[in-house]
């Protein structure tokens, strides 16, 4: 495993209090630092220093942070990053609150991945010793965990190669304009590291944009209560709660008061290396994205951050 | 990743008959090959031709087989588990029953693990194009796949470093009689090599015994139907269900009809190589295992097999 | 307790055979009698004849039953529904299959409301004597029982006295202009004569006609898997799952194949007679109806039958 | 409908200040006033000014309220448990805090019940216009509202014709010894007045005694979660998280600090006064109370308060 998972999501926020009561009272994060114009969270479940940044200033994704297991990982992933004709950076520990040496990665699809593999320790909410399952007084959603995103590229097949060479990431679904690999277009493409169903997911569309960044919940009473919580919180409700025919998770998909789309996501099956991949045809794509509707509203595929 | 995952456990039961009553229509499984006095099942989520193996006559654990990542895993994890000092065999392709070339090691708890990296393949219920989130008419429990199991060994602490230098497993979770390493006795020990929070884990007992092996399901309320279902079905509950305090699992314990003990498990945080390692002291044993009962019962520490 | 609940929706499908595959295959019930053009049908957890009558031949409400705890009871509600103004009729036992003396009302909302005391006796599936608690095998959703039904009429604030009046209802719920009861024009009604939430609703619009007659499940995740069960069974989704404002409950509206709506629903609190009343204003009629969206799609306003 | 609920418990407990947490940190209820030695509740879900009140001073039970839907059933029940042989008391309004005028009876099972038709008026906490689906905030468990209660009576039976001819209620489930009404001890009774599949059961015993009372959850996830909760705060669970045979409800039983069993309780099915009544025969007595394990603990048929 070179990258363990998605370490953080860095966004640009139009009004910082308004944002901060959204991560901190509607879905549950802990603040844990202030630095100038940025504001870092982490969930409750999560034990490195945080895994949200939010930027004043405009709205839509600034960049993602992926942790490796090793130190050696930035040097390999460096050179594969170099090789597959990525730009590449390293920024020096400290630059970046709380996180050690960068390498900085301008992807194909004019995103910023930074690939770090030291951060300064937080703490598991419940401790380590002995610990309780959850917090006894969470607040709002109470969720424990970043989980995954979604970006945009316009060529999702290209950003496929560069998460699988470059990061180790193997394809656990797809959507396909045909069954056959050999004369198939790739439309979106859902990647991870390990068991967790997807780490990363690119869909074919503009350059650098954000689709949206997700939360880990465990269960599907967990997502309907949430959606309880943005009614009586007033957040935006972009989709759900439902479940995605992609990874066979339950989802809500909603708005933060900038306008970046989040989610909450419980669920989905094991992802391992041996498992044969999904595929998805464009003909059910309103299943395969959610499979109660079994259509796509517009502002789903239109909203971009 | 070498080992990537517990890939099926064979058992005794002393009637095959019963055996198959209880795995296919209370479990759910799908009984894929019967061969002498061998049948074998698969969880309709599982690709790989069987997870299951039961042989007649007996009851109690034959052995585990782990699935390897890739090809020179085996030579890899032979030179390895032979400087532990454990004894090795090879078995050539075929002789266990669509499996290829397995690495098979004698371990220190005097189990047999089988390494291979070749399975036959099967095929996920739902397909793996445009798939539904689940089949249909699932039987009974609909158990979707064999998930992990706990064993025991005179030495804890000796398969624990077994299982991390051979297996490159990491300890998730662990009992112990303090909470310094250098003075500390371990007395049980949740191994993972993935974000699945547990593939084995090992419990301070007698040599070679199985204590349980668990099927996976995804959310508390089909722990909790599996457990009306038993109640249908006349299967002896051992405990549950109710909520584990280490991996905070839902669960429920069970017998199979020969008295394997079985276990419906879902949830669990995910694990991560990073993530620092949870410790449990010998006083609260008891909610760390049953976490609302907060005692053991005297079966669950007694009865293995 | 006059009216103890709505015991039967009979209404017209353009075509018997689809009709019996959904309400039987996807819904759950069980076929118990056919007679010339028509089918009957019972949930396993009731224990009258039959709950659902389909008639082929068109599409939409022909009528509604309603049983009445004492014999006594017809000629008292007689009474009062002559007194309102309604006309009424009676049609001697065994003229409705299986259903004893029926006094018939045309109520001011041209609908046929059947009132009736004695109906053949059905069974429970899983019997009344050491019951299972649900049946070991069920088919579908599993649906365990009509629920409650909305109609729409010219004045709902008229069918709300005269339910009251002759039915002995209480108005759980309200939409109306106003929150003053002495200046407030009453957009809808949610009515019962229990402890159920609803047992009838009224929505101000088009005389005689039928919104959607629903059936009860007992928690969120069946209402949520009945919507995994309706996409895999291409049944149309007009909303859900989501949960209501007005009576909380969680629900999924769908449609039979011959355009009719349905409704899982599950949860509500409970009602009592000294509960004080909820009132809605329009302005949040969207979150009334659908908490998490906060707004009616077109379909669910115009749609009737 | 007479009666329309158990409208309050009122018990003894050793210790008031470790009483108030339990009921308000763990159970979630809101305080509403105090008086001397005896401090009054309401769960967030009901609209009268108390339904538990708590008395410094030993263990156990003081008596049951129940409420009344009109004024003049007070004299009509007086009759009937004169009648019936009861002794019976007029208190006058003001003597209990915040209660109407009250008729005491002293139960052939030598319990007090208070009837009475009036109490001040709570408060809903989402209030009544334009409700949220819960309270946005709640604490711990969240319990919205009493449920029901389990007593013991030296003669069940005779206890089951008094609710019935007095009370107006009906037996919706009965252990006895034999399946024949006219050869047949009554063991014990589940009764109700309304769809609420019971407000009071009685069970063969100790006259006078409480075995538990009850507060009402919607779904499963919450009695599972509540029983997490239990273990956080050290609360002693006596059983659970389990199911009840009779009934189908989702339960935990658990001991307030002073020694009173609790419960919370969710789900049960629909009862209606012409639903054939369940009986449940001795030899499947474990089965019937907990579904899973189907076998008592000698706590729960000895501990009483």
Chains 1, 2, 3, 4 share one sequence.
């Not at 599907?220 to 959606?227: L, P």
């Amino acid at each position: 495993m070179a990258i363990m998972r998605m370490g953080y999501a860095h966004v640009r926020v139009t009004d910082l209090a308004e944002a901060r009561q959204h991560y901190t009272q509607t879905l549950g994060l802990n603040e844990v630092a202030a630095d100038g114009n940025k504001v870092y969270f982490k969930g409750w479940d999560e034990w490195d220093h945080h895994s949200v940044v939010l930027e004043e200033g405009g709205v839509g994704l600034v960049k993602f942070g992926f942790k490796a297991q090793y130190e050696d990982d930035l040097a390999d992933i460096e050179k594969k990053a170099q090789a597959f004709g990525a730009t590449t950076e390293r920024i020096s520990k400290g630059e970046e609150l709380e996180v050690g040496e960068i390498l900085r990665i301008h992807t194909p699809s004019n995103h910023i991945f930074d690939v770090y593999h030291e951060m300064t320790s937080g703490q598991v909410d419940v401790g380590n010793v002995n610990p309780e399952a959850f917090p006894r007084d969470l607040r709002g959603v109470g969720a424990p965990a970043l989980d995954h995103a979604l970006i945009t590229a316009e060529d999702a097949g290209l950003m496929e190669r560069f998460l699988h060479e470059c990061f180790g990431y193997w394809t656990a679904e797809k959507v396909a304009t045909s069954l056959d690999p050999a004369d198939q277009h790739t439309i979106a493409v859902w990647m991870t590291a390990t068991t967790q169903i997807h780490q990363l997911a690119v869909l074919e569309g503009p350059q650098s944009k954000l689709h949206h960044f997700a939360f880990r919940l465990e269960e599907g009473w967990e997502v309907n209560r949430a959606a309880d919580l943005f009614a009586m919180d007033d957040v935006p409700i972009d989709v759900g709660p439902t479940r995605h025919g992609i990874t066979r998770g339950k989802t809500v998909y909603f708005f933060d008061p900038a306008g970046n789309r989040n989610e909450v996501f419980a669920g989905g099956y094991l992802s391992f290396p041996d498992r044969p991949m999904v595929t998805w045809t464009p003909d059910v794509l309103g299943k395969a994205i959610f499979y109660h509707a079994r259509e796509l509203n517009e502002r789903f595929t239109t909203v971009l951050t």
